[in-house]
């Protein structure tokens, strides 16, 4: 099958969205499928260039298996909200042109948050006559709202609108939690059509093993007990929260938060952890992929923290398959949905309130005092692990893209999870 992938974020990037796509897609690669991916030059978060990519119009890499379509967007950093939607738009633009020069798919698939890429896809997919996947990554509008970047007004009702012709005009909405499927059959989307894959975790890149002896070094990290948050630094994810976790537990000189990433609030949470003096946060520059292993092998507790709004009960963060595949502990800082259930049912850690400083703390220590429930938690979280594996998350996902390419996307919802295919 010929699958045209459409995504804003795509490695070296190592956010959510970028990791997903890519980690299934080179399943399918080897599944011996086709798939090329349109995508732009690695910017995100910051809004500058990788180093070796250039801004281009067009731009082709392989990678591993893939072949990796760039093209030029206007560059913004992850914060604000109109030169962020210029981004948006641009990259909408410049994927769609590129999409009608490239050979015939069987089908074009599109990934949001950044839902304009969305907009692309279903245009790319009718122009070119082929069916349209929808993969649900986030309800957007509804999450810009929930963190404040933009309010309720006419524009986001006319995006809602958009937000709904788009999955009906799809042939199917491949979904990352129930409750997003919820959302969209509340609001009259057929059923039938929405398929539900969940987030997961490489397996085999992720693993328990001792700390990098090299990184504890660098970052003071040797004998200390480390609650690591590893991931974006954004408005969604309300870390000034763990600031005030961190300043309740500043007489504890064996507790460090290890905060790792990049992001629209990292140089403000810098700052404030200076100003208040908090020594027990760490705040590590951005790795690249290949070392995520070795910054979770950091950590005795994985945090995976939002902020406390409706919009993310519905969310579930993918850090907390990485943090399964490492044979963490979880804290989970979120509201109650379906992420917290999902650790309740592997019994992988703890939830505590979103925004609730000393709840965080009272989890954080209660965890570092009592090392043979740490030890149970761990045992539980790495069982828990390969529920929940990228390779059979990418046969479900291939699986239902077939469907649509047979022209029964409205069965993706009944298509079972098969066993991985065979190269």
């Given at each position: 099958?010929?699958?045209?992938?459409?995504?804003?974020?795509?490695?070296?990037?190592?956010?959510?969205?970028?990791?997903?796509?890519?980690?299934?897609?080179?399943?399918?690669?080897?599944w011996g499928h086709q798939v090329t991916v349109l995508t732009s030059a690695p910017n995100f978060p910051h809004g500058?260039?990788?180093?070796?990519?250039?801004?281009?119009?067009?731009?082709?890499?392989t990678m591993?298996?893939?072949?990796?379509?760039?093209?030029?967007?206007?560059?913004?950093?992850?914060?604000?909200?109109l030169r962020r939607s210029l981004d948006f738009v641009s990259f909408m633009v410049s994927a769609f042109?590129?999409?009608?020069?490239?050979?015939?798919?069987?089908?074009?698939?599109?990934?949001?948050?950044?839902?304009?890429a969305a907009v692309g896809g279903w245009a790319l997919a009718a122009v070119r006559r082929v069916p349209f996947v929808f993969e649900l990554g986030d309800l957007w509008p509804t999450s810009i709202v929930a963190v404040g970047a933009m309010r309720d007004s006419a524009a986001i009702r006319w995006l809602e609108r958009l937000e709904l012709f788009l999955y009906r005009r799809a042939a199917a909405v491949v979904a990352l939690t129930r409750a997003f499927k919820e959302n969209l059959v509340s609001r009259?989307?057929?059923?039938?059509?929405?398929?539900?894959?969940?987030?997961?975790?490489?397996?085999?890149?992720?693993?328990?093993?001792?700390?990098?002896?090299?990184?504890?070094?660098?970052?003071?990290?040797?004998?200390?007990?480390?609650?690591?948050?590893?991931g974006t630094h954004g408005m969604a994810h309300g870390l000034r929260n763990v600031l005030d976790a961190a300043d309740r537990l500043k007489g504890r000189g064996d507790v460090v938060f290890l905060l790792a990433g990049a992001g629209a609030e990292r140089d403000q949470l810098i700052a404030e952890a200076g100003r208040r003096n908090l020594a027990n946060v760490v705040f590590m520059d951005p790795q690249p992929k290949e070392r995520m292993p070795a910054v979770w092998s950091l950590c005795d507790v994985a945090l995976v923290h939002l902020r406390d709004t409706p919009a993310f009960a519905e969310v579930i963060p993918s850090?907390?398959?990485?943090?399964?595949?490492?044979?963490?502990?979880?804290?989970?800082?979120?509201?109650?949905?379906?992420?917290?259930?999902i650790l309740?049912?592997?019994?992988?850690?703890?939830?505590?309130?979103?925004?609730?400083?000393?709840?965080?703390?009272?989890?954080?220590?209660?965890?570092?005092?009592?090392?043979?429930?740490?030890?149970?938690?761990?045992?539980?979280?790495?069982?828990?692990?390969?529920?929940?594996?990228?390779?059979?998350?990418?046969?479900?996902?291939?699986?239902?893209?077939?469907?649509?390419?047979?022209?029964?996307?409205?069965?993706?919802?009944?298509?079972?999870?098969?066993?991985?295919?065979?190269?």
């Open positions: 099958m010929r699958i045209l992938f459409l995504t804003e974020n795509f490695p070296p990037e190592t956010n959510a969205a970028a990791t997903r796509v890519y980690e299934r897609a080179c399943y399918w690669a080897k500058r260039l990788f180093d070796g990519y250039r801004n281009r119009w067009h731009q082709v890499e591993d298996g893939l072949r990796v379509v760039r093209v030029k967007t206007y560059i913004a950093a992850n914060r604000g909200t042109a590129a999409g009608l020069f490239e050979k015939r798919p069987d089908l074009v698939c599109a990934t949001s948050p950044q839902f304009f009259g989307i057929p059923p039938d059509k929405i398929a539900v894959v969940v987030n997961g975790v490489d397996l085999w890149r992720y693993g328990p093993r001792p700390p990098d002896a090299g990184l504890a070094a660098e970052w003071g990290l040797d004998d200390k007990f480390v609650v690591g948050y590893v850090k907390m398959f990485e943090a399964m595949g490492m044979g963490l502990p979880i804290v989970l800082a979120l509201p109650a949905g379906e992420a917290s259930g309740a049912e592997a019994g992988a850690g703890v939830h505590v309130a979103a925004e609730d400083p000393a709840a965080l703390a009272d989890a954080v220590s209660g965890l570092c005092d009592d090392r043979r429930r740490l030890g149970d938690l761990a045992g539980h979280s790495l069982a828990a692990a390969p529920r929940y594996s990228r390779e059979t998350q990418a046969a479900h996902m291939i699986a239902v893209l077939d469907a649509v390419a047979a022209g029964r996307g409205g069965e993706a919802a009944g298509i079972a999870v098969p066993a991985p295919e065979k190269p």
